[in-house]
């Protein structure tokens, strides 16, 4: 089956290109008379597991299934030319392998440019639009039955990741909660969502409005030991700042309670509001502007060697964040 690269923020489109090579996988090792074999799938993360392990793993087949899928998340983080040389000669020796599929994975829009692979197996699955994001969640409430207003769409999108993986895993639990027998309306989604939110750069954002230094620690190593990608982390709470200029603008022009120009800035739930009026307490605009650079600052620093220590580089930046806007 050979190899494939996905990249890219929006994680839903690139989990379903792993499913379709899932689904093109098993099609393809039907036979006739059914095997009783099965694939193994295997996961590996780029930043911990050495290029040695992960091609030994591809070339040596279990007694127990008549094929396999190795899928390598954080593949960034493979930038030694020797463990990018030993990925590479695997994938042209295996050229007509159909027991094997090699998966690599990564939340940035690049990889090495070492890694040779066929150009019609690489695909950047970018974030969506606005109003691809807007159709996208009306779709999936159509579908389950439900119909929810403009004001719901919104406030799904403010406080929900901007990637589709993220919005069909929320959306799904809303469904369980929303009333089928009235119409839908922004408290019912605030409530739910906030009931069952998991960690993600908005939380830890509305910890870092309320200077709650440990709980925004906490946070950060909740992320982290799921897999959330530090960059994406970074990422997130970089839009959030750029919002929080925006708000501040506002603030300034006199209107922060104009409901117009808050849902134009994306700002319509009270919840999301309540989060950027208390970080406008702690941060003026030239506070904002200090956070952003610094946030770019930490990008760079998390893509360098220096990256092994990401934990206490995300550290850092949090409490530098959080100082910041306590002058």
Not at 57 to 83: C, H, M, P, W, Y
Not at 148 to 160: K, Q, S
Not at 162 to 186: G, H, V, Y
Not at 226 to 234: D, F, L, T
């Amino acid at each position: 089956m050979g190899a494939y690269i996905y990249l890219g923020p929006e994680l839903g489109k690139k989990q379903d290109a792993v499913n379709n090579v899932r689904s093109q996988f098993k099609n393809s090792r039907q036979t006739e008379p059914p095997t009783q074999l099965s694939a193994e799938e295997f996961i590996f993360y780029g930043d911990e597991t050495p290029a040695a392990v992960i091609v030994d793993t591809l070339q040596n087949q279990g007694l127990f299934a008549d094929s396999r899928i190795v899928i390598v998340k954080n593949a960034e983080a493979i930038k030694k030319k020797e463990e990018i040389d030993q990925i590479v000669s695997w994938t042209k020796s295996s050229i007509n392998d159909n027991s094997t599929a090699l998966i690599l994975l990564s939340d940035e829009i690049k990889i090495a440019a070492g890694f040779d692979i066929a150009k019609a197996n690489k695909q950047i699955f970018y974030e969506l639009f606005e109003s691809e994001k807007n159709e996208w969640v009306r779709n999936f409430f159509r579908r389950e039955g439900l119909s929810i207003n403009d004001d719901c769409v919104y406030t799904i999108l403010e406080m929900v990741e901007n990637n589709t993986d993220a919005l069909k895993r929320e959306c799904s639990r809303l469904i369980n909660f929303l009333p089928k027998n009235k119409q839908i309306n922004n408290e019912d989604i605030e409530k739910w969502l906030a009931h069952n939110r998991e960690e993600s750069a908005f939380t830890l954002f509305s910890r870092i409005a309320a200077g709650d230094l440990n709980r925004a620690l906490e946070s950060i190593s909740v992320m982290l030991a799921a897999k959330i990608s530090a960059s994406g982390i970074i990422s997130g709470l970089a839009w959030c700042f750029r919002k929080l200029g925006d708000y501040l603008a506002l603030v300034e022009a006199g209107n922060a309670n104009n409901s117009v120009e808050l849902k134009q800035i994306g700002l319509s739930s009270q919840k999301t509001k309540n989060d950027y009026i208390a970080a406008a307490r702690r941060y003026d605009s030239d506070a904002v502007e200090e956070c952003l650079a610094l946030t770019a600052r930490y990008d760079i620093l998390l893509r360098s060697p220096a990256a092994v220590m990401e934990n206490i580089l995300m550290d850092r930046y949090i409490i530098t964040v959080i100082n910041t806007g306590m002058r």
